[in-house]
């Protein structure tokens, strides 16, 4: 029942856009902070962007800096990544991650299971 799902992906030219969803089921995202990682085919997993549970702060990858916006809706449990001047390495499969610590406790780690970028001409 616990589940993150990724939407949006899809083959885009070098320059477009492209905005991913995240939406979560089974669990309300409010507490948790979220992230968009991506990987490609023979390459290790790598983070693109997080989010703090509030929204308030945010961080992003070098490449992704200044072209990526990471943002959230609590309200529809909801993460999105906005994607623009889309290159050609950004291709890749984009997974979506929860993630919550609490002390005293285990953490609290969901992976959603991937949404597929392609950027070419």
């Known amino acids: 029942q616990v589940q993150l799902v990724e939407s949006g992906g899809g083959l885009v030219q070098p320059g477009g856009s492209l905005r991913l969803s995240c939406e979560a089921s089974?669990?309300?995202?409010?507490?948790?902070?979220m992230s968009w990682y991506r990987q490609a085919p023979g390459k290790e997993r790598e983070l693109v962007a997080g989010i703090t549970s509030t929204g308030g702060i945010t961080n992003y990858a070098d490449s992704a800096r200044g072209r990526f916006t990471i943002s959230r809706d609590n309200a529809k449990n909801t993460v999105y990544l906005q994607m623009n001047s889309l290159k050609p390495e950004d291709t890749a499969l984009y997974y979506c991650?929860?993630?919550?610590?609490?002390?005293?406790?285990?953490?609290?780690?969901?992976w959603g299971q991937g949404t597929q970028v392609t950027v070419s001409s």
């Open positions: 991650n929860a993630a919550r610590k609490i002390a005293g406790f285990l953490p609290r780690n969901y």
């Open positions: 089974g669990f309300t995202l409010s507490s948790y902070a």
